[in-house]
């Protein structure tokens, strides 16, 4: 069972744990990153950050799903948007939370990058989860 902390001393993450420890003989599932492509390979939401969030979600739990597990068994996530500016990464990271990410919570890096490998691509978030 993974155990999800925040240490005392640093400043209280929001919504996010500072390390998840997992004692366990469960597996653990590296998830590739998921994009905001729909089942036809279309790029979702142009330019608009919430909605390739929503798909990107929407996509992750697909994948866990597969795997016999959901969001509330992610123990760690890097979160990309391709932006240089705090408030998008703010809108990204607020559909993220609304989207159940932070059940765990699980320790997350949310990242500005400069972009991503699809045209138009704004957003991914790569997993690691514990398969129950």
């Known amino acids: 069972m993974a155990h999800r902390m925040t240490v005392p001393g640093l400043f209280p993450p929001p919504d996010y744990a500072h390390a998840a420890?997992?004692?366990?003989?469960?597996?653990?599932?590296?998830l590739a990153g998921a994009v905001p492509l729909d089942s036809d390979g279309k790029l979702v939401g142009p330019d608009d950050f919430v909605a390739q969030t929503e798909q990107v979600l929407a996509n992750l739990e697909s994948?866990?799903?597969?795997?016999?597990?959901?969001?509330?068994?992610?123990?760690?996530?890097?979160?990309y948007g391709a932006t240089q500016d705090p408030a998008d990464l703010s809108r990204v990271w607020e559909v993220v939370r609304a989207g159940g990410l932070t059940l765990g919570p699980h320790a997350s890096t949310l990242l500005g990058v400069a972009c991503l490998g699809y045209t138009g691509q704004l957003v991914e978030i790569t997993a690691v989860a514990e398969i129950p």
């Open 63 to 79: 994948a866990l799903a597969a795997l016999g597990c959901g969001l509330a068994d992610v123990v760690s996530t890097t979160v």
């Open 21 to 30: 420890i997992v004692e366990t003989d469960r597996r653990l599932a590296f």
